[in-house]
C-alpha cells in the first residue's frame, strides 16, 4: 500500500476530469478510477498505467457526465452547428465548391512550400556535428579587382592540423574542374563507364564527414594512393552488388582498388560523389604540396572545430595564419612588394548547412540554390493564402443575405450573440477542415509534377510526421478563426426584429474593408500577370539571343584524345563524312570554363589585361561562324604560331582604337622563371557570349593550337537535317578509332542547361501565378454575387423603366472599374521595381515595357467584366415583377 | 408486461449487478466482466450503461463503502430493481426456452 501511494495517478488528468465532470460524479468516478490505477500499479509500469488513466479519463466524457450549464449547453449544440454546415454546404453547392476549392488550393500552396522550405533549409544537417564544420572559403583579392573562392589553398589544411588546437579534424576535398570525366573500366565483366563525380580527398574526409560505412574502414579508406571509396549505388552499377572490398578496376590502365563502400549521400547535400579516390593520386597536387604552393586555390578545405570553438573568434586567426605561413611563396610568385601592388588573401569560413542557400562563390563543388528563392516562395505562399482568406471572408458575407432569416429566428429563440459567433466560426473552421483533408490529396498528386519541375527530391511523408499533422491542424483552426471571424461578427449583429420583416439590407460600414480586400487582390492579380509576361519574354530572349556564333546543329564531341595515335585519323574520317561540314579543335565550346591570365602589352601607355583563354585551331573558327570585325583570322598561308585573336571586349579593355599588331606577353605570371613568349594579334573577334548572359563578355584571347593540336573537343558542324544518320554515322567512325563510349552533346541544349535554375525558378512563378489569378476570379465572382443581390432591386426598377442589358452591366461593372484603377497605381510601380530587380541579375536582358502592364491591366479587367456579366445578366433577365413584388 | 427492449451489453451489466450486489459498483462490475468475459470494459463504458439502466428504472443506486484504495471516496453501488430482476428473468426465460428447441433439433455440422 506504501508503495502504491507514492505513485499518484497523473494530476492533470484529474483536473481535466473535474473540469467537464459534473459535481454528481466526480467522487465516485475518481474513486473508481483511484482503485483501477492501483490495481494496475501491480502488474503494469508506472508509466504505461498512467497512459492508462488518462485513456480511462478520456473515454470517460461522455454527455452525461457533463457538467450542466451554459458552457456545457453549447459544447451540445456544436452537434448542430455542425449539421446546419452541412446541409448549407449542400443548398448552396456553387457557394461550397468556390469556397472549399479555393481554400484547399491555398491551404496546399502553403503546405507545398512549407516542405520545399524545409527541405532546402535542411542541407547538410544529417552530418554528425554539421554545426561545427565549416568550409574554408577564400576572397582572392587581385589588383583591381576581388574573386572570391569556395577552393582554398592546398597547403592551409596541414597547416591548421599541425599548428592550431582549436582544430579537430580537417580534410582536403578536390573536384576536377576542367576535364571532369573519367573513364572507369572493370576488366572483371569487362564493362567501361564514363563517371562526373569522381572526387578526391584527404584520409581524413571521414572524420570530418560522417558518411555511413557499409564496406571498409573509414579510418583506413583513403591511405593508400590507389584506393578509392564507392558510394551503394555505384558498386551496383559496377559489379550489382555491395560486396566489392579488394576489387580491382581501373582508369586509364591504372589499376585502382575498392576500400570502401558508403551509403548514397542524401540529395540534400551540398557534395556529392560516386566515386572518391585519394588526393595524392592527382600528379598536379601533389606537385602543388611539393612547392608548397599557397597561390592557387585548388582544393576546398573543410574542418571540424572542437567543441566550444567560437568560428567567429577562430576566423580572426587567419589574416595571421594566411601571412605567416604563406607568405614566402606570395613573395616568390607576386614579388616582394605583392602587398603593395594590392594582392591579397582572406580566407573566411563558411559554416556548411549554409553553403546550399548562402554561398554563391566561384568554383562551387556544385551549383546552388539562393536564399532569395525560399523568400520568394515563401512571400508567395503567403499572398496565395492571403487570397483565399479574403475569398472566403468575400463569400462568407456575400452569402450573409442568405443566412440572415436564420440568424433572426435563432436570436428570438434565446441564442445569444456569442453563440452566434461561434456557430459561425464553427462553420468556418469545419469548412477549413474539409479543404483541408483536399489539399492532403491535392499535395499528395503535385508533389510528383513540382519536383520534377524544381528538380528537388520532396517526400510526402514530411507532412505525415507528428508535427506536420499537428501544425496543419492549429493552421486549420487559425485560418477558421481568422477569415470566420469577420463574417460571423457582422452576421452576429443583425437584428431580429427588422431581419424578419424582410428588408435586410447590410450597412455600408464594412464596405471600406469590402473593397479595400478587393483592391489587395487585384493589386497581386496585376502584378503577378505583369511579372509572368516579363519573365517569359526574358527567358524567351534568353534562349533565342544572337550569341554571336551559330549554336544549331553543332555537335561537340569530349574525350577525342581518348583515340590516341589514331586522333589524326579520326579527325580526317570525320571530315570526309558528308554530313559535316566542318570540325573545329577547341580547348572548350561556349559554356564551358576558360582559364584566366594577365599580359602586358608592348605600349607603355595600356594597362596589363586580364582575360580568359582559349587554344583553337584555325577551323574553329570557322565551325562556330565567329565574325571577324578586324584584321585576319587564322590563315594556313601564314605562320600563325605566335599570333592570337583578340575579342572586341579585349579591345575596349585595352582602350586602343588599333589593336593590329599589338603584342601580348608576360601571361605565364605563376611562373616567372619560365619561357615567356610574345603573341601578336591579328584579328579582332566579334563578341560572343562563351559564358552564360547572365555575365557580360569579358576579354578573351584565342591562341593558335599549331599543327599537332590534339584537343580534347571537337566541335563539328553539321550540315543535314538528318541529324539522327549524321549521329549514327559519327558514332561508327568514333567506335573505329577507340574503345572509350563516344561522348557527344548539342550546343543548343547545352546552351539551355545554363539556365535550367532560372527556368525552374520561372515556371514556379507561372504556376503560382494562374493559381493566384484563379482564386482572385473566384474571390470577384463572389464579390460580383453579393453586390449584385443588394442592387437587383434598383436592377429590376431600371430594367422597368426601358434600361438594356448592356447598360444595366454597364452600371454594375462601374464600381470595380475604379477598384481596378487603384489596384493598378499601386501595382504598376511594385511591380516595375520587383521587375528590373530581377532583370539586373542578367548582363543580358530585355526591357521593361509598357506592353505587359497593359496586357496586365486588360486581362483583369476582361475578367471582371466576364464575372460581373454573368452575374449581371443572371438577375438582369429576371422578369423584375419576381424581384420587385415584395414591396 | 412488455419486453423492454434492451441491449447485450445492458443485459451483461445487469447480471454482473445481480451477482455482485450489494457490492455492485462501477470498477467492481469492471472487474467481474473482465474475469467472465475476459473483455476489458473502459469505465466511461460501464458508466453510461448504468446510468441508462437507471433510467429505465432497472437499476437502483445509493452511495457508500469507501476504502483507502479509492483515496477514501465513496461507491456509487448498484442494485437491481424489481424490474431490472423481471426483465431478466424474462430474457432468461426467451432463451432458456429456445435453447431447449435447438438442443433437440440435433444440428450437424459439415463444414
Not at chain 1, 64 to 92: A, E, P
Not at chain 1, 390 to 407: D, G, H, P, W, Y
Not at chain 1, 720 to 733: G, M, S, V, Y
Request: hydrophobic share 40%.
Amino acid at each position: 500500500m506504501a508503495e502504491t501511494q507514492k505513485y499518484h495517478p497523473p494530476q492533470l488528468a484529474q483536473r481535466f476530469l473535474s473540469f467537464f465532470c459534473s459535481d454528481e460524479w466526480i467522487d465516485e468516478v475518481l474513486g473508481d478510477l483511484e482503485e483501477q490505477y492501483a490495481d494496475n500499479l501491480e502488474t503494469k509500469t508506472v508509466t504505461y498505467a498512467k497512459l492508462l488513466y488518462w485513456w480511462q479519463v478520456l473515454r470517460l466524457m461522455r454527455p452525461h457526465i457533463f457538467k450542466k450549464g451554459k458552457r456545457n449547453s453549447r459544447v451540445m449544440m456544436t452537434k448542430n452547428h455542425l449539421k446546419i454546415s452541412y446541409r448549407n454546404l449542400r443548398k448552396n453547392k456553387v457557394y461550397a465548391f468556390i469556397n472549399i476549392l479555393g481554400l484547399s488550393v491555398g491551404i496546399a500552396s502553403v503546405m507545398l512550400i512549407a516542405i520545399y522550405v524545409n527541405y532546402e533549409t535542411s542541407y547538410d544537417k544529417f552530418y554528425e556535428d554539421s554545426d561545427r564544420i565549416h568550409r574554408i572559403a577564400l576572397e582572392r583579392v587581385y589588383p583591381g579587382r576581388v574573386k572570391m573562392f569556395g577552393t582554398s589553398s592546398i597547403m592551409l589544411a596541414p597547416t591548421l592540423k599541425e599548428y592550431y588546437p582549436q582544430v579537430e579534424a580537417v580534410t582536403r576535398h578536390h573536384r576536377l574542374f576542367f576535364n571532369n570525366e573519367i573513364t572507369i573500366t572493370i576488366q572483371e565483366n569487362n564493362r567501361s563507364f564514363t563517371e562526373t563525380r569522381f572526387h578526391f580527398a584527404d584520409s581524413s574526409f571521414f572524420d570530418v564527414f560522417s558518411h555511413e560505412f557499409i564496406q571498409g574502414n573509414p579510418r583506413t579508406a583513403l591511405d593508400n594512393i590507389n584506393g578509392v571509396v564507392l558510394t551503394e549505388s555505384t558498386a551496383m552499377k559496377y559489379f550489382g552488388t555491395t560486396d566489392v572490398l579488394e576489387k580491382t578496376i581501373s582508369t586509364g590502365g591504372n589499376p585502382i582498388q575498392i576500400n570502401a563502400v558508403i551509403k548514397d549521400i542524401p540529395e540534400n547535400s551540398h557534395m556529392h560523389f560516386d566515386i572518391l579516390g585519394s588526393i595524392f593520386s592527382l600528379q598536379f597536387l601533389n606537385n602543388a604540396i611539393t612547392q608548397g604552393s599557397w597561390i592557387n586555390p585548388w582544393v576546398y578545405t573543410y574542418v571540424k572545430l572542437k567543441k566550444g570553438i567560437d568560428p567567429q573568434e577562430f576566423e580572426k586567426e587567419f589574416p595571421n595564419l594566411s601571412e605567416t605561413y604563406g607568405g614566402a611563396n606570395y613573395v616568390q610568385a607576386q614579388g616582394t612588394d605583392w602587398k603593395e601592388q594590392g594582392h591579397s588573401f582572406n580566407y573566411f569560413l563558411q559554416p556548411i548547412e549554409s553553403i546550399h542557400l548562402r554561398s554563391n562563390l566561384d568554383v562551387e563543388v556544385e551549383p546552388n540554390s539562393d536564399i532569395a528563392y525560399v523568400y520568394i516562395i515563401t512571400v508567395i505562399a503567403i499572398i496565395i493564402l492571403t487570397i483565399s482568406s479574403i475569398n472566403f471572408i468575400n463569400l462568407s458575407i456575400a452569402r450573409s443575405t442568405e443566412r440572415a432569416k436564420e440568424v433572426g429566428i435563432r436570436k428570438v429563440m434565446g441564442s445569444q450573440r456569442s453563440a452566434l459567433i461561434s456557430q459561425f466560426l464553427t462553420e468556418s473552421i469545419f469548412i477549413c477542415f474539409i479543404a483541408s483533408v483536399l489539399s492532403i490529396g491535392l499535395v499528395f498528386i503535385s508533389i510528383p509534377k513540382f519536383n520534377e519541375i524544381l528538380g528537388t527530391h520532396l517526400n510526402f511523408s514530411t507532412i505525415i510526421q507528428p508535427v506536420g499533422i499537428l501544425s496543419l491542424l492549429i493552421f486549420i483552426v487559425l485560418i477558421g478563426i481568422l477569415s470566420g471571424f469577420y463574417p460571423a461578427m457582422v452576421i452576429s449583429r443583425l437584428q431580429p426584429s427588422t431581419v424578419l420583416k424582410g428588408n435586410y439590407k447590410s450597412s455600408n460600414k464594412g464596405v471600406w474593408l469590402r473593397n479595400g480586400l478587393i483592391v489587395v487582390q487585384f493589386i497581386i492579380s496585376i502584378f503577378m500577370i505583369s511579372g509572368s509576361i516579363i519573365v517569359g519574354q526574358q527567358m524567351n530572349y534568353l534562349l533565342n539571343k544572337d550569341l554571336g556564333f551559330n549554336k544549331k546543329d553543332l555537335m561537340v564531341i569530349r574525350g577525342a584524345i581518348s583515340t590516341g595515335d589514331n586522333y589524326n585519323a579520326f579527325y580526317n574520317r570525320l571530315n570526309q563524312l558528308s554530313e559535316v561540314e566542318a570540325v573545329g579543335k577547341t580547348f572548350g565550346v561556349p559554356g564551358d570554363f576558360l582559364g584566366s591570365a594577365v599580359f602586358e602589352v608592348n605600349d607603355p601607355e595600356i594597362d596589363d589585361v586580364r582575360v580568359n583563354s582559349l587554344t583553337i585551331d584555325r577551323e574553329y573558327v570557322t565551325t562556330m561562324e565567329f565574325e571577324i570585325v578586324m584584321g585576319r583570322s587564322f590563315d594556313i598561308n601564314f605562320n600563325d604560331s605566335l599570333n592570337i585573336l583578340v575579342n572586341e571586349a579585349t579591345v575596349e579593355a585595352m582602350g586602343v582604337q588599333a589593336p593590329i599588331g599589338l603584342k601580348f606577353f608576360g601571361g605565364n605570371n605563376n611562373n616567372p622563371n619560365g619561357p615567356n613568349p610574345e603573341f601578336t594579334i591579328i584579328g579582332v573577334v566579334k563578341d560572343y557570349n562563351f559564358y552564360s548572359l547572365h555575365s557580360e563578355v569579358s576579354p578573351l584571347v584565342m591562341f593558335y593550337g599549331g599543327n599537332n593540336f590534339n584537343s580534347n573537343v571537337l566541335a563539328i558542324r553539321l550540315n543535314t537535317t538528318n541529324i539522327r544518320n549524321a549521329i549514327q554515322n559519327i558514332e561508327d567512325t568514333w567506335a573505329e578509332f577507340s574503345e572509350q563510349p563516344i561522348n557527344y552533346s548539342f550546343l543548343d541544349e547545352y546552351l539551355d542547361r545554363q539556365y535550367e535554375a532560372d527556368r525552374s525558378s520561372t515556371s514556379i512563378f507561372d504556376i503560382f501565378t494562374y493559381i493566384a489569378i484563379i482564386m482572385s476570379c473566384t474571390g470577384l465572382f463572389g464579390l460580383a454575387t453579393y453586390v449584385v443581390n443588394q442592387r437587383s432591386k434598383e436592377m429590376s426598377i431600371r430594367k422597368v423603366l426601358g434600361a438594356s442589358l448592356p447598360s444595366i452591366i454597364a452600371v454594375f461593372s462601374k464600381e470595380f472599374l475604379i477598384l481596378i484603377g487603384v489596384a493598378f497605381a499601386v501595382a504598376v510601380p511594385a511591380a516595375y521595381f520587383a521587375l528590373e530587380q530581377w532583370l539586373s541579375d542578367f548582363a543580358y536582358h530585355v526591357s521593361i515595357g509598357a506592353l505587359a502592364f497593359i496586357l496586365a491591366g486588360v486581362v483583369t479587367v476582361a475578367l471582371v467584366f466576364v464575372t460581373v456579366s454573368y452575374q449581371g445578366v443572371k438577375i438582369a433577365l429576371v422578369n423584375p415583377t419576381k424581384i420587385l413584388r415584395n414591396e | 408486461m412488455k419486453n423492454e427492449p434492451i441491449s447485450n451489453q445492458e443485459e451483461i451489466v445487469l447480471l454482473a449487478v445481480g451477482s455482485l450486489q450489494p457490492e455492485a459498483y462501477a470498477y467492481g462490475i469492471i472487474k467481474e466482466i473482465k474475469d467472465e468475459t475476459g473483455q476489458s470494459w473502459s469505465l466511461g463504458t460501464v458508466h453510461t450503461i448504468l446510468y441508462r439502466l437507471e433510467n429505465k428504472g432497472m437499476l437502483k443506486s445509493e452511495m457508500g463503502g469507501s476504502s483507502s484504495k479509492r483515496g477514501g471516496r465513496s461507491k456509487r453501488l448498484y442494485s437491481l430493481s424489481q424490474k431490472g430482476y423481471k426483465v431478466m428473468e424474462e430474457l432468461m426465460n426467451i432463451r432458456q426456452s429456445m435453447w431447449t428447441k435447438v438442443a433437440t433439433n440435433r444440428l450437424s455440422f459439415n463444414g
